[in-house]
């Protein structure tokens, strides 16, 4: 079979716009997934990945971190776990003929759709001060490119280690020991511009900033409240739980502005029903919040919670458990009696009546979890209203019983495992002490950059050698602009990658592209084929075996080229053994069960069919490790965004067809949109009240009370249902509307969901090449 050649970029067609889908996945679900699987990498490696996908002894969908159910079918994955295999496991390769045609000043024209087309990169690529071009280069010369720069820098501070959440356990492990061995905490990752904001709010109120629930807690909660999450495309298998969860008994509340196709229905793929019946209904109820709204309809709900109790005296809340083990609830009750109604109606476009369902909701049911992702955590008050979210939970007893819990629903499917293993800027005491135990060296104690505080220290000039552990920091960052004039102040730029991306064609003076194994393939060391593992979003531990044949074999796992910057950069001055760590991997385990917490005999764990679940006192014994020793119950003031007439405000998204900074197409077939991404979803009354029309081409300025206006040129609008006032737009084309410090209050992630913008007619083409952003 022979690889088909690179797909062309975006064409001139016009975008074609139909109607939005009310229900998720479906036959065409899976057709949609197989057909292009099929057609690049040939039947039987197809058939080979997609029966080892989530099994317990083949790999782990590389794609979002919803976890897997105990029971597994034959075929368990969805259709969008189906492109990210499919994407991974191409026969195509960046051949060396195409470095040397295409400089990288003329691949800055390009798309992020475009570069993922190439294929995979196979051998290490180097471009030098002054070139245009990136040159094969052998690994110990590239390894040794690193080490030399590292070390001539003046202070490790001047080196920054970023992790995109895909990188396994093993890897995140010896990575994040490289750069404390090395001197720094600079370890900024992916999850700093993703769910930052969970992790800071929980933390802060029940000690602990991940989910409080085990995937069975889904089938036996009663009600499960999604907010500002589109499950039908960005974790499509929890539709099959919530499938289950319904059949249970379960009652589902969407909150979210847009309509989204998962919200609504569902057509289960892998059933008989789910070819040839109706759709079930998802959401019982839905409530079309405004972008923003949501921690003042949190409070609206919590003020009924309060009132009916004070009409049912000690019968609505759970006094024993709010006694026994949370703070701060009279400042509450005092405080919610204040919310004024009127500002919540403003601020949530919700009318009184839907805000009274939503709490007799919540008052009906015993067992109450409530998921949440980016519609949240990207937001400036993102850390205050997750705050509100525990509150509402707290004063019922919802956290640390069956069937109720708070869940926040990860991105990538290892973020939570490489925080885990110690990728986080500002590890606490305790872990860089087991960490310095272990190794025997005393790693550094200042906190080191986030990724927003990165770019500033690359503007600054602060930061000289930027290595990247996957992931695309400057396709994904807000501020697009700033931040590769910011990358290219660098002495050196470090990708480690399985294909072409924004990161390889902005870059320092001198740059790598490291080529890495994906997750799909077997990977060979000294000792053997290796495993690795990873922990899902309800901290699920287990272990992921590569399956077919590597890309080529001049790839190395990312392991292997971690310990080898680490062996060629620190030799053995701290007596660690680099390369006996990439022989057997078992070895980096065993560090990881003297290190980190609840990983004890981590090897042995993994080992078992079904890997382990990792301790979490608010779920497994209503233990709150937090400063009082008890879950607080926090008090919080809404400050909706102020959004001025004749503007509106913008959320920023992904389409069904990519996975972040991943294009696998130019559709987005759940929203009707085929053959473009440079659109701007408004509703209708708003386009009338703008005297804007649908299909018409318009300009997007975003506003700020202290800097000049950003602008994205030429984007069809599309008319659509969303919530009145506001808009949406894909990210990472829209990311340059937002300034760097426009960051979430307490965590410091991107602002990407609520951008005060106007538009104005454009003279701009829509939809062609790069986005035009001047
Ligand atoms: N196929 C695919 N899967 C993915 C990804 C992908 O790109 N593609 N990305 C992965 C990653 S890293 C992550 S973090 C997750 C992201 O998963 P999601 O959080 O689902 O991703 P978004 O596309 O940002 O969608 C945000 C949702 O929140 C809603 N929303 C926006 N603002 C608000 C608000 O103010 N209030 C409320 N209530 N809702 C709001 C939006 O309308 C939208 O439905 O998905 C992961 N899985
Ligand atoms: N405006 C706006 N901006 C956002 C968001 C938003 O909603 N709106 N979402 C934010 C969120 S939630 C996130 S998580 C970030 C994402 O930020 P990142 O995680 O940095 O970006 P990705 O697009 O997921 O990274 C894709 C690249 O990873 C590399 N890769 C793929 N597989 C592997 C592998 O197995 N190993 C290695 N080493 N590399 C691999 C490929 O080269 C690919 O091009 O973006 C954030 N940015
Ligand atoms: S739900 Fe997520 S992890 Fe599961 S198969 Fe789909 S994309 Fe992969
Ligand atoms: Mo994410």
Not at 107 to 113: C, I, R, S
Not at 165 to 171: D, F, L, Q, T, Y
Not at 414 to 441: C, H, I, Y
Not at 623 to 644: H, M, Q, S, Y
Request: net charge negative; hydrophobic share 35%.
């Amino acid at each position: 079979m022979s690889p088909k050649a690179p797909r062309e970029d975006f064409s001139d067609d016009e975008i074609e716009v139909g109607p939005p889908k009310d229900y998720a996945a479906g036959f065409g679900g899976v057709y949609h997934s197989m057909e292009p699987a099929i057609l690049d990498m040939g039947l039987p490696r197809t058939v080979r990945l997609m029966t080892k996908i989530n099994q317990k002894d083949g790999f782990d969908c590389m794609s979002c971190a919803w976890p897997d159910p105990s029971h597994r079918k034959i075929a368990e994955f969805c259709e969008n776990g189906g492109k990210a295999v499919t994407w991974e496991a191409t026969p195509l390769k960046v051949s060396r003929k195409f470095f040397k045609e295409n400089s990288v000043i003329s691949m800055l024209d390009k798309t992020e759709y475009w570069l993922g087309q190439q294929g995979r990169i196979t051998e290490p690529m180097f471009k030098d001060e002054g070139s245009d071009h990136y040159v094969p280069v052998s690994w110990d010369r590239a390894f040794q490119i690193v080490a030399d720069e590292l070390n001539a820098l003046d202070h490790p501070n001047e080196a920054s280690f970023y992790t995109s959440g895909r990188a396994s356990n093993e890897a995140a492990f010896l990575y994040q020991l490289f750069a404390r061995a090395y001197g720094t905490n600079n370890l900024p990752d992916c999850s700093n511009m993703c769910h930052e904001s969970t992790g800071t709010a929980m933390t802060y109120s029940v000690g602990i900033g991940k989910s409080t629930v085990s995937y069975n807690d889904f089938l036996e909660s009663d009600l499960i409240i999604i907010m500002g999450q589109n499950p039908g495309t960005n974790h499509p298998r929890m539709l099959t739980a919530l499938e289950d969860a319904k059949k249970n008994g379960a009652k589902i509340i969407a909150v979210n502005p847009l309509p989204e196709a998962g919200l609504i229905g569902y057509k289960d793929p892998q059933t008989v029903r789910g070819y040839i019946g109706k759709p079930l209904q998802i959401a019982d109820q839905f409530m079309q919040v405004r972008l923003g709204g949501d921690m003042a309809l949190l409070q609206a709900v919590s003020k009924r919670v309060l009132e009916a109790e004070a009409k049912n005296p000690g019968r609505v809340l759970d006094h024993d458990f709010i006694e026994r083990y949370c703070d701060g609830f009279e400042e509450f009750a005092e405080h919610i009696q204040t919310i004024d109604e009127r500002n919540v109606e403003q601020a949530t476009g919700l009318a009184t009546a839907e805000i009274d369902e939503f709490a007799k909701r919540y008052l009906e049911s015993n067992r109450v979890i409530i998921c949440w992702a980016m519609g949240i955590t990207q937001h400036r008050q993102g850390v205050d209203t997750i705050k509100e979210i525990i509150n509402l939970l707290l004063l019922r007893g919802n956290i640390g019983k069956p069937g109720a819990g708070a869940s926040p629903i990860r991105g990538h499917s290892n973020v939570q495992g490489d925080r885990t293993m110690g990728v986080w800027e500002q590890m606490p005491d305790s872990f860089l002490d087991a960490l310095g135990k272990e190794f025997n060296f005393d790693p550094p104690r200042d906190h080191g950059v986030d990724a927003v505080h990165g770019i500033r220290a690359l503007a600054d000039g602060k930061i000289k050698v930027w290595v990247g552990l996957g992931g695309n920091l400057l396709g994904a960052i807000s501020d697009s602009n700033l931040a590769e004039e910011a990358m290219r102040k660098t002495t050196l730029s470090v990708q480690l990658s399985t294909k072409l991306n924004r990161s390889h064609v902005v870059t320092g003076k001198k740059a790598l592209i490291l080529p890495v194994l994906g997750r799909t393939e077997v990977d060979q060391q000294l000792s053997g084929p290796q495993y690795i593992t990873v922990e899902d979003s309800v901290c699920a531990v287990h272990a992921s075996h590569g399956q077919i044949e590597p890309i080529a074999d001049t790839v190395r796992s990312e392991v292997a080229i971690i310990g080898g910057i680490a062996h060629a950069t620190l030799g053995d001055s701290l007596g660690i053994d680099w390369l006996g760590m990439v022989d057997n991997y078992d070895v980096i385990r065993d560090h990881i069960s003297r290190v980190v917490p609840g990983c004890d005999n981590y090897n042995e764990k993994t080992r078992r069919r079904d890997g382990f679940v990792l301790p979490n006192p608010p779920r497994d014994e209503r233990r709150f490790e937090t400063e009082t020793g008890k879950a607080r119950i926090t008090v919080n003031t809404a400050e909706p965004v102020d959004c001025p007439p004749g503007r509106l405000l913008l959320q920023t998204l992904r389409s069904h067809d990519q996975f972040n900074t991943t294009i696998y197409s130019l559709n987005d077939r759940y929203r009707g949109i085929k053959k473009g991404r440079y659109v701007i979803f408004v509703h209708p009354d708003d386009l009338a009240e703008l005297g804007l029309s649908d299909g018409q081409t318009v300009d997007i300025f975003s506003e700020w009370p202290d800097q000049p206006d950003r602008v994205l040129r030429g984007f069809r609008i599309v008319s659509y249902p969303t919530a009145r006032g506001c808009a949406a737009a894909y990210f990472p084309e829209a990311n340059v509307l937002v300034p760097l410090d426009s960051t979430a209050i307490g965590s410091n992630t991107p602002v990407s969901k609520a951008v005060v913008i106007r538009l104005e007619p454009s003279s701009t083409p829509a939809g062609v090449g790069r986005p035009v952003t001047v």
